[in-house]
T-cell receptor
Framework: KQEVTQIPAALSVPEGENLVLNCSFTDSAIYNLQWFRQDPGKGLTSLLLIQSSQREQTSGRLNASLDKSSGRSTLYIAASQPGDSATYLCAVSNSNYQLIWGAGTKLIIKP | DAGVIQSPRHEVTEMGQEVTLRCKPISGHNSLFWYRQTMMRGLELLIYFNNNVPIDDSGMPEDRFSAKMPNASFSTLKIQPSEPRDSAVYFC????????????FGEGSRLTVL
């Protein structure tokens, strides 16, 4: 059974720092992995989607990597800003529609 | 595109009442998902539709929950009768290609059952 873990559960860093969020999964037979952002009281916003054949995806200051063999993905945020404060969730797909979700990392960027 | 549209954004009702949540997916998307989010259980998939057909409803908690998708642009999630333990945020999401594609979420419907 696929399990997705995100560590740490919460992270607080000063503005301007580069940071890495971690996501690990137990079954390497995945279709893809997605990173989402959720602001308080809001829905989830897709940030990056990495297909199983890909190693990384980049969007602006965000870079997500995928290492299926080790069951790990990282989300790298460069030059963090207070507006990056949110909960970040990763989800893996190992069927054609089921997503297995991590519990999220709550990120606070201090001005 | 306006994105996935859900209504109502907030609903407060009394135990035993019927609740209907509505969703308009992104035009052209053929997959629609209903999720429930709580602090205790995180995100739970309730039901998945593909081309308006329910494919997997194994996440629907019990017979009090039902979902329909009469056409490609509209879906409803109904709870009858509602109970306090149904209090949660209910999200609708759509995708162009089921879970192999990017998933787009609505803003959610926050349900409180007193």
């Amino acid at each position: 059974k696929q399990e997705v873990t995100q560590i740490p559960a919460a992270l607080s860093v000063p503005e301007g720092e580069n940071l890495v969020l971690n996501c690990s999964f137990t079954d390497s037979a995945i279709y893809n992995l997605q990173w989402f952002r959720q602001d308080p009281g809001k829905g989830l916003t897709s940030l990056l989607l990495i297909q199983s054949s890909q190693r990384e995806q980049t969007s602006g200051r965000l870079n997500a990597s995928l290492d299926k063999s080790s069951g790990r993905s990282t989300l790298y945020i460069a030059a963090s800003q207070p507006g990056d404060s949110a909960t970040y969730l990763c989800a893996v797909s190992n069927s054609n529609y089921q997503l297995i979700w991590g519990a999220g990392t709550k990120l606070i960027i201090k001005p | 595109d306006a994105g996935v549209i859900q209504s109502p954004r907030h609903e407060v009702t009394e135990m035993g009442q019927e609740v209907t949540l509505r969703c308009k997916p992104i035009s052209g998307h053929n997959s629609l998902f209903w999720y429930r989010q709580t602090m205790m259980r995180g995100l739970e998939l309730l039901i998945y539709f593909n081309n308006n057909v329910p494919i997997d409803d194994s996440g629907m908690p019990e017979d009090r929950f039902s979902a329909k998708m009469p056409n490609a642009s509209f879906s409803t999630l109904k709870i009858q009768p509602s109970e306090p333990r149904d209090s949660a945020v209910y999200f609708c999401a759509s995708s162009l290609e089921s879970a192999t594609g990017e998933l787009f979420f609505g803003e959610g419907s926050r349900l409180t059952v007193l």
